[in-house]
Every structure is written in structure tokens, then in C-alpha cells.
């Protein structure tokens, strides 16, 4: 059974239109009174991640609202309460969404991480600085297709990596595509949690908010900095750009052919956080 057919069958003759999906093929399905969130999951080992992160933060608010879980003949799939069709990169202006998003990474990161994953001592900082030396060392062989001069790279190599504090619940990719905004009440959900994990908060804080100063501007990003109650001086921010900068040209390189000439705006922020 293929994932629309999984889609057309829970969604019982209701009009079904397929969604870009992170965790796998992800749909809309009308029903005459409502909609829901249909992901299929590309395995079902994503989709026990992403149940259980759910489940251990269930009394977390701004948290994907849970109907169904099941597996249709080989197709794990989660059903969802519909959390809207705006997201905060299409919703610039909103500030208030902003500041909502950074009070529900807060409070994701005020949670317990002891049921969230079974990864022993999470991502602490031994595994993180090894990560650095690996993400940018693998880079090195796609250098030239990212845009990345050899002395850039030997910078980055050289450059300490990010400083963060002890592991807790993490979403890791908390991107503004992920923040959805219901179109009728304003409230934020933060979706896509297949990948969560023990991590320290400032991952997933300044990833937050260095792709939502990219994509927004700076009024979302200090209304989300407003809203986690927290700032991040830029000098602790900066290696961490470094970071999440190597981590996306990585993996734009190893999933897509040619050159990526629409990594030049990140490279240059690399090169700026390196010079800082």
C-alpha cells in the first residue's frame, strides 16, 4: 500500500492534498466539519521517535494535538489535529506567532528529557564537539559545489566548536517552516518531531533563531528571543551559526546534485561569524 492510498483510505471520500513533509509524505484531509494532518512516515522506526517524543511531552503546550497512530500493512502512520496552514516563515509580520514560538521551545526545554530517548548522556559536549570536526571535515569534499574556499574551510576546522549546557529535551530543527499558526486563533504549534532528542537548548535556540532572522528579519527573531525569556550573547551565538551553517551546506551537498549557488548567502554568513 502506497502512502496516498493509506491518505485516501483515513480520509473515507474526503478530498485529500498531499503537504511538503520532513518525516515523510505528509496530507491534508477534508472532512465536512474539519481537517486533519495525515504524515506517513518513510520508516516506522521514525515515526516510534516521533510517538514517543509526543508522548513524553504531552503536557507541554504548543505540542501537535495526537488522534490516531497506525501501520497499514507496511505504512506507519501518525493522524493529527490540523495546527493551520501558516507557518512563520509565510507569516513575516507576526510578531505575536514569533513570541509564541519562543515560549513553546522554552517550555519544551524546561521539560524532563528522561523518557524522550534512549540516546545514553544525549548529546553532551564530547559528542558535540566531535560532530563539529566530522560535519566539516565531510564538507571538505564538497568545497567547491557549496562555494567554500579551502581557507574557509581550514578556518572553520580550526575554529572551537559550540558551547552548550547539559543535555535536555530538544526539538533540533525547530526551523520556522515548523512552527504552524492556526488561521483562526493565532496559536503556534511546533510539528515535526521525528528527530528529537537529549541536546542542549542553545541547538535548538539558536537554530531557531538564526533561520528566522534569515527568513523573517530581526523583528520575528527578538520576539521569539522575547518570548523564550533568554538571550544568547553573539559570541556564544556565533560559533553555533558556524555550526548549523556547516551542518546545512553538508547536507544540501550530499542530497542534491551540481552546484549550490544558493548556499553563497550562507557561506558568507560563515566566513562573517569566523572573522568575528
Given amino acids: 500500500m502506497d502512502a496516498i492510498d493509506v491518505a485516501k483510505k483515513l480520509a473515507r471520500g474526503g478530498r485529500v492534498h498531499e503537504l511538503s513533509g520532513h518525516s515523510g509524505r505528509t496530507f491534508r484531509l477534508f472532512a465536512p466539519h474539519a481537517t486533519t494532518i495525515l504524515t506517513v512516515y518513510r520508516s516506522a522506526s521514525l515515526q516510534r521517535r516521533e510517538q514517543r517524543a509526543l508522548e513524553s511531552l504531552i503536557d507541554v503546550d504548543g505540542i501537535p494535538q495526537v488522534i490516531e497512530w497506525g501501520i497499514e500493512e507496511d505504512e506507519s502512520w501518525g493522524l493529527f489535529e490540523d495546527a493551520g496552514a501558516w507557518n512563520l516563515a509565510t507569516l513575516p509580520a507576526s510578531v505575536s506567532a514569533a513570541r509564541q514560538a519562543g515560549r513553546i521551545l522554552r517550555s519544551v526545554h ?30 571538505g569534499r564538497y568545497r567547491r559545489r557549496v562555494g567554500m574556499s579551502q581557507r574557509l574551510l581550514e578556518r572553520a576546522l580550526a575554529a572551537e566548536p559550540p558551547v552548550g549546557g547539559v543535555p535536555t529535551s530538544c526539538h533540533t530543527n525547530p526551523r520556522p517552516d515548523r ?89 558568507e554568513e560563515l566566513e562573517a561569524s569566523l572573522l568575528d
Fill in 110 to 139: 524546561e521539560a524532563s528529557p528522561d523518557d524522550l530517548t534512549n540516546l545514553a548522556g544525549g548529546m553532551d559536549a564530547a559528542w558535540l564537539r566531535s560532530e563539529y570536526q566530522s560535519v566539516f571535515s565531510r564538507l
Fill in 179 to 267: 512552527f504552524r499558526v492556526d488561521d483562526e486563533t493565532g496559536r503556534v504549534t511546533l510539528v515535526d518531531w521525528g528527530w528529537a532528542t537529549a541536546a542542549p537548548a542553545e541547538w535548538d535556540f539558536s537554530l531557531a533563531v538564526w533561520t528566522l532572522r534569515r527568513s523573517t528579519g530581526m523583528s520575528a527573531a527578538g520576539a521569539l528571543i522575547e518570548g523564550y525569556g533568554r538571550t544568547m550573547p553573539e559570541e556564544v551565538l556565533r560559533p553555533w551559526i558556524v555550526f548549523h551553517s556547516g551542518r546545512e551546506m553538508m547536507q544540501e551537498a550530499e542530497h542534491r546534485d551540481g552546484r549550490l549557488d544558493r548556499l553563497a548567502p550562507i557561506v
